[in-house]
Each structure stands twice: as structure tokens, then as C-alpha cells.
Nanobody, 126 residues
Framework: VQLQASGGGLVQPGGSLRVSCAASGFTLDYYGIAWFRQAPGKEREWVSCISSGIDRTYYVDSVKGRFTISRDNAKNTVFLQMNSLKPEDTAVYYC????????????????????WGQGTLVTVSS
């Protein structure tokens, strides 16, 4: 069971970026997937989550209306589309997965998710 995060890079404020989380060794269809991020000098925080099966999505308040999480089962990949990026979005973004996991408006909890990707760096700067 492996997750591979990719798609990070340098983008100007106001720009867009899409990060991906590709799974191998298992099928994402039955998994809940969450994105977390860790900014320099800060603790890792939950960003977004998509529930297993029903595909209900949730976001931390700071990214609502700007970020969109989605899954492509044919590609066995989950995406995080990030628009209107701000310097404070700069962080290493991690994806995590757990079978039959249901998110809520309160977020996803790191301890509940057992499969993690290696992280991809997103830098928002002019």
C-alpha cells in the first residue's frame, strides 16, 4: 500500500496548482482520503477530506471556496485543486488514506489514517 504525492511547485500569489495523490497496491474507491499540510515552523494541519464511498467533501475554513478535493477512480488518484493561492498556503502537502473512512466538518485526524504519502512542497511567492 503506497501513496505518491506530486504536483507541488512554485506559484505566484493568486495562482493555481493541482496536487495529486496516486495510490498503488490498493484501490482508492473504498478509502477516505485526506490532505494535510505543514508550513515551516508550524504543526501539521488538516486541509481537506473526501469520505469513502459517498464522496462527501470537507475543508478547513481557511481554504473553503479556493480548494477542491476530488477523486478519479479510473486513475486511482485523488486531486487537490488549489486556486487563489496565498503565501500562507506555502507548506508541504501530504495525503493520507484509510479504508471505509468518513470525514466530518471537524476534519480528519492523523491518528485515524494509516497510509501516508511522502509530501509535496507548495511555495506561494512572488
Amino acid at each position: 500500500v503506497q501513496l505518491q504525492a506530486s504536483g507541488g511547485g512554485l506559484v505566484q500569489p493568486g495562482g493555481s496548482l493541482r496536487v495529486s495523490c496516486a495510490a498503488s497496491g490498493f484501490t482508492l474507491d473504498y478509502y477516505g482520503i485526506a490532505w494535510f499540510r505543514q508550513a515551516p515552523g508550524k504543526e501539521r494541519e488538516w486541509v481537506s477530506c473526501i469520505s469513502s464511498g459517498i464522496d462527501r467533501t470537507y475543508y478547513v475554513d481557511s481554504v473553503k471556496g479556493r480548494f477542491t478535493i476530488s477523486r478519479d477512480n479510473a486513475k486511482n488518484t485523488v486531486f487537490l485543486q488549489m486556486n487563489s493561492l496565498k503565501p500562507e498556503d506555502t507548506a508541504v502537502y501530504y495525503c493520507a488514506a484509510e479504508p471505509n473512512y468518513y470525514c466530518s466538518e471537524y476534519g480528519a485526524y492523523e491518528g485515524d489514517l494509516t497510509s501516508w504519502g511522502q509530501g509535496t512542497l507548495v511555495t506561494v511567492s512572488s
